[in-house]
């Protein structure tokens, strides 16, 4: 018999890290629609836009004004993605009150997503976080890339772990774990965890971000949850991609997550019909159809 945990958080990364890769720029008042049914639906983290560059990310440009619109519940965190100190500076002055820094385990990766080198990258990272912790902050580090990428192929675990430690140290409270390119399988996806854990990493301050490329993501989350990670990321429709590699399709839904735990007596505090509306709303919203499959399971066929 697996053993598994009676409760996990979901972070729910879709206003972001699924609309970021989407060619059709959703309005403002729309966004903030997206988010609010998604905390209605239950969920307690909810990654609500980034305030990296304008012209990097347009789909995004309008970060201040979405953060400053919101109707923000008591006990829901609203993260959202800085890349720097200017990034920094306007989520600040938009009222953030939790960050997220985006680090890659991959060197090629970091040039060409971050124009820094690895290094460069978390040492830039450093008095943001500094300056974040010292204004209260929460701050999360996403790290990408975790068991390989299309020009490096597969990454030691020792490498990832390494890289991981230093997003710790300058800080971070949680360290998310992304298989950006979703290669990840549940062999490599528990020889990478188990190289954290090892490294006396405890299992409290990881999360996982896997998408869902291949179709192994439920599978690795299962996986996660016996090594007793307790935050998977997820995203409503299973939005989002990568703005940098051609073919890195989805996140995992969030409302297949849900099933899953639904089935296996795992508390969320999310409800999973609520979720399945919103992926079909924002579907329509976006003029295509998404991938989570459980929403079009439990919805009736008009939605």
């Known amino acids: 018999m697996i053993r598994l945990p009676g409760r996990l958080t979901v972070v729910e990364v879709g206003p972001r890290d699924g609309l970021q890769s989407e060619e059709r720029v959703l309005p403002t008042e729309t966004k903030v629609r997206f988010i609010e049914r998604l905390a209605d639906a239950g969920l307690s983290v909810i990654e609500a836009t980034s305030f990296v560059s304008p012209n990097a990310v347009p789909q995004l440009a309008d970060a201040a004004e979405v953060l400053r619109a919101l109707r923000r519940r008591p006990g829901v965190r ?4 800085v890349p720097n100190e200017t990034g920094l500076e306007r989520a600040l002055s938009a009222g953030a009150t939790e960050i997220a820094v985006f680090g890659s385990a991959s060197e090629t990766y970091s040039r060409k997503n971050l124009n820094r080198s690895r290094d460069a990258a978390i040492a830039m990272f450093r008095p943001v976080v500094r300056r974040a912790k010292d204004a ?5 580090g996403y790290l990408s890339m975790v068991i390989a990428d299309p020009w490096e192929g597969p990454l030691a675990p020792a490498v990832v772990v390494d890289a991981g430690r230093r997003l710790l140290e300058l800080g971070c409270d949680e360290l998310s774990l992304g298989d950006t390119t979703g290669v990840g399988t549940p062999a490599s996806i528990e020889r990478l965890l188990r190289a954290f854990l090892d ?3 405890v299992a409290e301050s990881i999360g996982v971000h896997f998408h ?3 179709g192994q993501a439920l599978a690795n989350v299962l996986v996660a949850l016996t090594l007793g990670i307790t935050v998977v990321d997820a995203s409503a429709g299973g939005l989002g991609g990568s703005t940098v590699i051609k073919g890195a399709h989805g996140n995992l839904a969030t409302e297949d997550l849900l099933w899953l735990c639904r089935g296996s007596g795992i508390e969320t505090g999310v409800e999973l019909d ?3 509306g919103t992926s079909a709303w924002v579907a329509r ?3 295509r159809p998404l991938q989570g499959r459980a929403a079009r399971a439990v919805l009736p066929p008009s939605d």
Do not use: N
């Not at 609203?78 to 993605?81: D, Q």
């Not at 209260?136 to 999360?140: D, I, K, N, Q, S």
């Open 78 to 81: 609203y993260p959202v993605l």
């Open 285 to 287: 919203e976006l003029g």
């Open 199 to 201: 490294a006396g990493i």
């Open 212 to 214: 869902d490329t291949y």
């Open 274 to 276: 609520a979720v399945a």
């Open 136 to 140: 209260g902050l929460r701050v999360r």
